[in-house]
């Protein structure tokens, strides 16, 4: 450790680490827009400048290490004049076009303007004229305009994705930003890193375009629950208007860092692809075919179909079809209840079936949790659908994928056999209608639990958007089944939240007591 | 259709590259080279040379349109580059520009049509000593006037 100040503070910091984040460590953060974390510091936005004492310029603090004995200001006036200097080079070729510029409120240049600018132009010439609206990718748009060349762009695009598409052209006032081909496109799957990491409304989202502004967005973590990496993310929703109703509530898709599971980043079939929040989504109970808001009722008829099989000693008769969609939490209360509270005679898994994946984050699993399941004991088995159409009387079906994975007819000629067929799923499909209950449920965004990644990092995630309409998560759904099936009351009563479900896991299976975050 | 170079410049570019610890810390002398033997770098060369020492052609047009003594354009056989900066001006660069303009018919940053000059303003040519001062591909004139230029330009072929 070393001994160093900042603004007169004494601070103890690790060695070897820089001023920007020793700075940031103690609280104090430094303007900036070229140095980003996940890339080696630049130090061409001059935005990061600060004093040291015996030095006779200032210097950056993005790429200056401590010393033992530093001393920094990074608020004096000296300071504050080389950033307000800074702004005014910036701005004197920014068009100014905040009011229609969708990273306003987002924007470091707005916000370091309000915090150091704050000058009149002193600018008489007229500003150069420079693309906008340039089509960058599928889901990007480019003004170059906006641009304060702190590269972040050009660097992703070379170390880590490695393609390369763009740079920094010619010198001086005349530099640009731009694609080495004109029109060329950045088209791989992590080009909407591009927009998130730019610091300005150089590069913006397509999908974002003119379609609200930032500041009435609420961001709530999450993980992605589109593959099983299980990205971190932020889920950005606008809480709507009273006199004005929207149509969605998801606007866009953020990446947080995780260091273990995505570094900064997310795929853009994670970052784009938010609709599933917002469309086709199953909203309430549906008793053959009848909308009813009472859940206890639905439950109470549903463990009633339960105990009459019990009570005829036919639980070998109940399949349940589960997804690797639920969390580990979820999972685990199927099995307490499902294999051993009710020995069922058949457990099936039916998941979205798995696609390309990527060599970076993207994996050929379209579910987030079929490690979990792993860890858990239960094993993959695919739905048998000669054991529904002979050996089943009670068919309780979880998630949207069962549907997918066999033809509409099979399913239903199935459904002619079995006595009672029941759905818990977040999202609307062609057997909402055809079941004798439907049950709506929630998507990871909408609940607490946990999941399992890929690669065996477990995380736990908190609600980021309040549960649609009547829909409920799964792991209160099972709960209370436990609890109505009055099979070990005071065990279901016990476990009142995800919290509870994950201490009982621990318990038991050795792999999560490891993972404990 | 990439430029092919030839085996001279394969060569000499193989000696560059040998000299330093990374490839990509060979580009300036490579285009150099590269531009010694075609006049100008073209988007073609530009992409050879970046497979060449394994970077992206973005990163090779981003050097050569910073540097201004990499031409982007074909020019002619005699590429006069006179000089426009302070010691040359105050010493009459000016009127020797508007006279070389006169005498070879074209405006600076242009090339005659028969392709034998490129008449270009460049800033300081490190000459002072000698202003005002052009060049002549890479030879040096200096303590120009009118008629010295005249001797220099109608010595040429």
């Known amino acids: 450790m070393v001994k160093i100040y900042i603004n007169d503070r004494e601070i103890e910091v690790k060695e070897g680490t820089t001023v920007f984040h020793a700075a940031l460590d103690a609280g104090i953060p430094i303007p900036h827009f070229c140095y980003h974390p996940a890339f080696a510091p630049e130090g061409t936005c001059r935005m990061c400048l600060v004093e040291v004492e015996g030095m006779p310029k200032l210097e950056l603090a993005c790429s200056l290490q401590i010393r033992e004995g530093m001393k920094i200001f990074t608020q004096n006036e000296r300071v504050r004049e080389a950033r307000r200097g800074v702004l005014e080079f910036l701005l004197a070729e920014h068009p100014l076009d905040c009011p229609i510029c969708d990273q306003a409120g987002d924007c470091k240049l707005q916000d370091y303007y309000e915090e150091y600018g704050l000058f009149d132009s002193r600018f008489s010439e007229v500003k150069d004229k420079r693309g906008k609206k340039i089509r960058l990718g599928k889901y990007l748009l480019h003004d170059q305009e906006r641009c304060v060349l702190c590269r972040r762009c050009v660097r992703f695009l070379r170390e880590v994705t490695g393609t390369g598409e763009m740079g920094v052209f010619e010198r001086g006032g005349h530099t640009k930003v731009d694609t080495y081909e004109e029109g060329q496109q950045v088209d791989n799957n992590y080009s909407g890193n591009l927009a998130q990491l730019c610091p300005v409304g150089a590069i913006t989202d397509t999908d974002f375009r003119f379609q609200t502004r930032s500041w009435f967005l609420e961001a709530g973590e999450s993980i992605c629950p589109l593959c099983s990496r299980g990205c971190r993310i932020t889920i950005q929703a606008h809480r709507g208007f009273a006199r004005f109703k929207l149509p969605k509530r998801v606007y866009r898709i953020k990446a947080v860092d995780d260091p273990l599971v995505n570094g900064p980043w997310i795929c853009d079939k994670g970052r784009y692809g938010y609709s599933y929040l917002d469309e086709n989504r199953a909203t309430r109970i549906l008793k053959k075919g009848e909308s009813s808001p009472d859940w206890q009722e639905a439950i109470d008829w549903l463990s009633a179909s339960i105990l009459r099989l019990k009570h005829r000693n036919r639980l070998e008769r109940v399949s349940v079809v589960l997804s690797s969609r639920l969390s580990n939490e979820e999972l685990f209360l199927a099995k307490k209840l499902f294999k051993d509270d009710l020995g069922v005679g058949r457990v099936f898994f039916a998941d979205a079936p798995p696609e390309e994946g990527d060599d970076m984050l993207l994996t050929p699993d379209r579910v987030p949790n079929t490690r979990g399941a792993r860890e858990l004991g239960w094993e993959d088995v695919p739905v048998d659908m000669e054991a529904l159409n002979r050996e089943t009387d009670l068919l309780l079906m979880f998630g949207p994928d069962f549907e997918n994975a066999h033809s509409l007819s099979d399913i239903l000629g199935c459904f002619e056999q079995i006595e009672t067929t029941v759905l818990l799923t977040p999202f609307d499909g062609s057997l909402s209608s055809q079941v004798d209950l439907l049950l709506p449920t929630t998507p990871v965004a909408e609940k607490a639990g946990s999941l399992t990644n890929i690669d065996g990092v477990l995380r736990n995630f908190q609600p980021a958007l309040p549960a649609l309409g009547h829909s409920r998560a799964e792991w209160s759904l099972l709960i209370d089944l436990g609890k109505a099936l009055d099979l070990r009351f005071q065990y279901y009563s016990r476990l009142s939240s995800p919290e509870a479900v994950f201490q009982e896991m621990t318990g038991e299976i050795p792999f999560f007591e490891k993972n404990v975050e | ?157």
């Open chain 2, 1 to 157: 259709m990439s430029p092919e170079f030839s085996e001279q410049t394969k060569k000499a570019i193989a000696e560059i590259v040998a000299r330093y610890p990374k490839k990509e810390a060979a580009l300036l002398p490579v285009l150099h080279a590269a531009q010694r033997e075609f006049g100008y770098i073209s988007r073609a060369t530009e992409k050879s040379v970046a497979g060449l020492l394994e970077i992206s052609p973005a990163k090779v047009h981003e050097v050569v349109t910073f540097y201004t003594m990499y031409n982007r354009q074909p020019v002619g056989r005699y590429h006069v580059q006179i000089c426009s900066n302070l010691s040359c001006s105050l010493l009459g660069a000016g009127s020797l520009i508007d006279h070389l303009s006169e005498k070879l018919g074209i405006q600076p940053g242009e090339t005659t049509p028969d392709q034998k000059f490129t008449f270009s303003l460049v800033q300081c040519l490190g000459a002072c000593e000698q202003a005002p001062c052009m060049m002549v591909n890479f030879e040096y004139f200096g303590n120009l006037d009118t008629p010295k230029i005249d001797e220099i330009l109608d010595n040429l072929e």
